[in-house]
Structure formats: structure tokens, C-alpha cells
């Protein structure tokens, strides 16, 4: 019995030295010191979040000549966030049936709990170098990016945002953009985390959640050059133009420019990039040249609708129905 | 000694070689439709099976007790989705073959390939089943079979503990019989994951999945009508984008494909 016991320990053990060999002990180290540094963080966290809700007009863009009726606070980290594209589909890590010494109830219990350890830092490793892979295409663009900030991105809208607290202002947005860039390096997408509330102290929210928009591809042969030309000026202009888009749709819904019941869904196909791509969604618009689409989480996304066989003039809503399909959220 | 060891190694050579009667892949030849009076072609489907959840890897009964458990609000979502959508491949796949000069005719009820003989003889390439019959009932010289053994949402396991969060899954066969010698023309296994954008887990309408779900159905299409939409593709992009056909491996933009 003894003899069961120490072997069933010595599979413990076996086992903690493959986790030990599978994670990187960078990973391990980071992971302890995340631990013991997490009351730090939290205290930090919330004072940025009180730094950022004392700190909301302060970092309103404030332009002299409005044209638009929202106002708008960003991140108070100053550089615009920017990813690649993980590929997740193929993500996982493998299934195999695991034998665990049964010897007694303890040793058992020890080797389940640690095998679900090791399940799940293995996936969180993989989960992690499939974002750093992915992260990869944006290197080359690190000289612009990297001075890339929130007051750039702003500066660089054609409708700039009104002061908050100003009679113009009907409504406060609040937004946390991220932008990505497709492996090809054809086209940017921006998901944008948007609240908007109607202007005043007690606003209440009329739009909260992420508002995707998809750009269509650039037709340059050498899209990596043609981003980066002039001090990366097509690629800011781009992205502001997709921050705007953004803002437009999350500010349109909030005002109930569209039918609040959505159509049924669908399944509807667009290009990433060049790549293509199938969202089950509901049609909202047609805002040339892009399409609006309700998703399944009640979130829009505005994807390219350059090679649509349908006229794509007008930007009236499309007549919505009630959603009896499958995939209803 | 000497022949009980022999006698293991012929049992475990007949225990791994099992495996080598599986048909191999036969890669479709745009040649096969070549001839001087164009092929009759047959496109059929099996029944469509309920879409449903599937645990790989969680092999012993209580390790699938436990998956089935954890996944129940999954299970429970699975089962109200449905798989008509992928009906459209049949159709799908006969125009890609009338585009490519052949006489393609949908056959409408399912298919039941376990319900016929089976094949009479063995060697590269034969069907095990014996399609032939079929030959003088549909007045057909070929039969594209698209076999779709399960749909719903995959989440591989190792005994207790999920390997990876739950995906789309679409597994799927497509092979090309010729009915005069009951060979395969093309043999493809099709399996297909795709992940929730974003979180996985938001019980009891899963959004995320729900969309993952109809994006494997999607790609299930386009990677079936790929062998016989490829060598056209030229002459399709030279034409004018149009929006009706989502049947493509490479679609147009912002195109609805569930009409």
C-alpha cells in the first residue's frame, strides 16, 4: 500500500515537472508575481478609474469648430492600441485520454488537480503566443504606431467632437477603441468599445457595447508600403476613419435611427482583408460603402459592401420584421 | 516463445493496420467530367442529423458524465439550431458542375448509403457499398454523395478536463462515385471548427458560438464546392460581382446566404 502511494505521489510529482516544463518558468515567475503584486495592481486600477471618471472632461477633445452633437473621453492610456489577428480556430490543446493512479482517494484527487493545472496553463501559454504571433505583422509598423496617440487619432477626424458640457453636446461618448490589422496587411478593423449616454450629469445610457468596423481592402500592391508612406498618413486617416464610422453608428443607434426590431437572421458574407468571412446577423443600413449589420449580440458591425450585387445609394433603414429565426439571442 | 511472440506481433500487426482499410483521399480531376457526351451526374445528401455537442477525449464514463454535465446549457442550446442550411450544398454543387459542362440533376430524397449491397469486389478506390443500382433508377452516370455524419458544437477533452473551448463543428464527407465501375472519382473528409469571436460562454443564447456554429456550416460549403468551383474561378471573377451566388469559396462582400 505504502508502495502504491509513493508511486501514485511520484506521478504527482511527474506530472508538476512536465507542467513545470510545458509553462516557461518566465510564465511561472510572472504568474507569482502578478499574485503577490495584485492588491498593488487593484489599487492602481482603481485610481486610474477614478482618474478617469474625474479626468472625463479634461480629455474631451476640444476643438473650436464643432460640427458634431457628441462629446467624447478615449482610454486615459495615450497610444492607440493596435493587434493582430489570432487565428483561433484551430486552437486547443489536443485531447488524450490521462491515466490516474487510483491508489487511494487523496493521490487521486491530487492527480486530477493537478492535471486540471496543467490543462489550464497550457491553454492560457497557447492562448497568449497565439495573440504574440500574431501580433508579428505589426512590427513593421512600429515606427508610426508607436507614436500613434489618442490626441492624433482625434485631431485627424473630418467631425470632431464638441466639448463636453456644451450646448451642443446631446450626447457623451465614451470609447476604448483597439485596432487590428489583417495578416495580409490589406485592410484595418477597429473594434470599439462605445457607451453612449445622453449629455448631462444624470445621461442615461442609450447605446452600450462594441461597435465593429470592418475597412475594405486596399487595392495597393504594397499595402505595407502604402500605410506607411508620408509618416503613415494613409494609415492614420484610415483608422480615423473607421474610429468615426464607429462613433457615427454607436450615435445613430443611440438616437433610435433604426428599427429596434431586428430582422431575422441571416448568415451574411464579407471580406476581412481578402479573406472571407460569415457573420449571423441582421441587415440594419446600407451606409455606402458599407453595410450595417445587428450581430447576434445586439452589437453592430459595419463590414464592406464594395461588390454588392444590391444598389447600395441609400442610407434609409432597411424594413425590419420580427426575428423568429434560429440564433435569436 | 518464438511463436507466441510471432503470434503477438501478427495480432498487433492486424490490430494497427486496421486503420489501412480506410479509403485514402482521391483528389477530384477536373479530367473526370471530360468526355465527349457530358457526364449525367446525380447530387444527393444523406439525412441531415440534429445538431448536437460532442466531447472527443473524454473517453471513460465518468469523464463524459462530467463533460455532458458542465456542457448541459450547451447541449440544451444545440439542439434547438438548425442544420437546413447546409440542404443548400446539394444545390450548390450542381450548379458548380453544370458550370463545368456536366449534366448535374439534384436528387431530393436522402440518401441512405448504409441501406445498399455491398460492393461485390475490393481494389483501389471501390466504394464498399454497391452504388451501381443506382445508375438505372436516377438515370445517372455518376453520384456526388455529401455525407454529413455530425453538427453542432465540438469540445475536445482529456478525460475530466476541456482541451479547448467549445466550436462550431461540422463533420462531413463528400466522394464522386462513377456507377459503371462503382469507383471513387473523389473521396474527401471534411472537418470543421470555428471559434466564438470573443467569449464562448454566455448561456442560455450563446451568441458568440451560435455564430460560430453558422460560419462551420458556411465553410462546410465552401470547402466542398472548392475542387469543383476552383479551375472556374477565373471566369467567375472576370464577370461582373454578383451577389446571388454565395455558394463560392470566395463569396462577394456583405452578401446574405441564408435567403
Redesign the interface.
Same mark, same amino acid.
Given at each position: 500500500m505504502a508502495g502504491h502511494n509513493k508511486c501514485g505521489v511520484m506521478w504527482v510529482q511527474r506530472m508538476l515537472g512536465v507542467a513545470a516544463s510545458r509553462v516557461r518558468t518566465t510564465q511561472w515567475v510572472s504568474a507569482l508575481a502578478a499574485l503577490a503584486l495584485l492588491p498593488l495592481v487593484q489599487h492602481a486600477q482603481a485610481q486610474d478609474e477614478s482618474a478617469a471618471t474625474q479626468q472625463t472632461p479634461a480629455q474631451v477633445a476640444t476643438v473650436p469648430v464643432p460640427a458634431a452633437n457628441w462629446s467624447l473621453a478615449l482610454p486615459p492610456t495615450d497610444s492607440v492600441r493596435f493587434k493582430g489577428m489570432a487565428e483561433?480556430?484551430?486552437?486547443?490543446?489536443?485531447?488524450?485520454?490521462?491515466a490516474?493512479p487510483i491508489n487511494t482517494g487523496a493521490i487521486f484527487l491530487a492527480a486530477?488537480l493537478v492535471?486540471?493545472a496543467l490543462?489550464?496553463a497550457t491553454?492560457s501559454a497557447q492562448k497568449s503566443d497565439l495573440q504574440k504571433a500574431a501580433d508579428r505583422v505589426l512590427q513593421p509598423y512600429e515606427p508610426v504606431l508607436s507614436k500613434y496617440t489618442h490626441h492624433d487619432l482625434v485631431a485627424a477626424l473630418a467631425e470632431q467632437p464638441v466639448p463636453a458640457g456644451s450646448q451642443q453636446a446631446r450626447w457623451h461618448v465614451q470609447s476604448d477603441p483597439v485596432f487590428s490589422l489583417t495578416p495580409d496587411e490589406t485592410a484595418f478593423v477597429l473594434e470599439n468599445d462605445i457607451t453612449v449616454r445622453e449629455a448631462g450629469p444624470q445621461g442615461v445610457i442609450r447605446y452600450q457595447g462594441v461597435v465593429k468596423v470592418v475597412a475594405a481592402a486596399t487595392p495597393q500592391a504594397d499595402p505595407r508600403h502604402h500605410w506607411m508612406a508620408n509618416d503613415g498618413a494613409p494609415l492614420k486617416a484610415e483608422t480615423g476613419a473607421l474610429f468615426l464610422e464607429s462613433i457615427a453608428l454607436a450615435v445613430d443607434s443611440a438616437a433610435q435611427r433604426w428599427p429596434t426590431v431586428a430582422a431575422k #437572421?441571416? /448568415?451574411?458574407?464579407?471580406?476581412e482583408g481578402t479573406a472571407?468571412?460569415?457573420?449571423?446577423a441582421s441587415?440594419v443600413a446600407a451606409r455606402c460603402p458599407q453595410?450595417v449589420?445587428r450581430?447576434?449580440?445586439?452589437t453592430l458591425l459595419s463590414?464592406?459592401?464594395?461588390?454588392?450585387?444590391?444598389p447600395c445609394g441609400g442610407t434609409a433603414p432597411v424594413t425590419a420584421s420580427a426575428s423568429d429565426? #434560429?440564433? /435569436?439571442? | 516463445m518464438k511463436s507466441a511472440f510471432s503470434a503477438a506481433l501478427v495480432a498487433a500487426a492486424l490490430l494497427l493496420t486496421g486503420c489501412a482499410s480506410r479509403q485514402a483521399l482521391v483528389p477530384f480531376n477536373d479530367g473526370t467530367l471530360a468526355s465527349a457526351t457530358p457526364s449525367r451526374i446525380g447530387v444527393a445528401m444523406t439525412a441531415l442529423p440534429k445538431p448536437d455537442t460532442f466531447f472527443p477525449g473524454a473517453n471513460c464514463l465518468l469523464c463524459l458524465a462530467s463533460a455532458s454535465l458542465a456542457n448541459r446549457s450547451l447541449t440544451q442550446h444545440a439542439q434547438t439550431l438548425s442544420s437546413d442550411e447546409l440542404a443548400k450544398i446539394k444545390q450548390n454543387l450542381a450548379n458548380a458542375l453544370i458550370r463545368k459542362g456536366a449534366q448535374a440533376k439534384v436528387i431530393e430524397a436522402p440518401l441512405d448509403p448504409g441501406a445498399l449491397p455491398d460492393a461485390k469486389q475490393s481494389g483501389t478506390n471501390v466504394a464498399k457499398k454497391d452504388f451501381s443500382a443506382l445508375r438505372a433508377a436516377q438515370d445517372i452516370d455518376k453520384l456526388l454523395v455529401v455525407q454529413v455524419a455530425m453538427v453542432g458544437y465540438v469540445r475536445p477533452y482529456a478525460s475530466y478536463f476541456p482541451t479547448s473551448e467549445p466550436k462550431g463543428f461540422v463533420n462531413a464527407l463528400g466522394y464522386l462515385v462513377d456507377l459503371r465501375t462503382n469507383t471513387y472519382e473523389w473521396f474527401q473528409p471534411l472537418e470543421i471548427t470555428r471559434a466564438s469571436d470573443g467569449p464562448w460562454d454566455e448561456a442560455p443564447a450563446f451568441p458568440g458560438l451560435t455564430n460560430a456554429y453558422y460560419q462551420a456550416l458556411e465553410a462546410s460549403n465552401d470547402e466542398l464546392l472548392r475542387p469543383f468551383v476552383a479551375a472556374t474561378a477565373s471566369t467567375v471573377s472576370a464577370a461582373p460581382a454578383t451577389a446571388a451566388p454565395t455558394a463560392e469559396p470566395s463569396p462577394p462582400a456583405a452578401t446574405p446566404s441564408g435567403r
Open positions: 483561433r480556430d484551430k486552437a486547443g490543446i489536443g485531447g488524450a485520454a490521462m490516474y486530477v492535471h486540471g490543462n489550464e491553454k #437572421p441571416q /448568415t451574411y458574407r464579407y471580406l472571407s468571412r460569415a457573420e449571423r441587415l453595410i449589420l450581430t447576434l449580440r445586439n463590414v464592406p459592401a464594395d461588390s454588392m450585387h444590391e429565426g #434560429p440564433g /435569436t439571442p | -
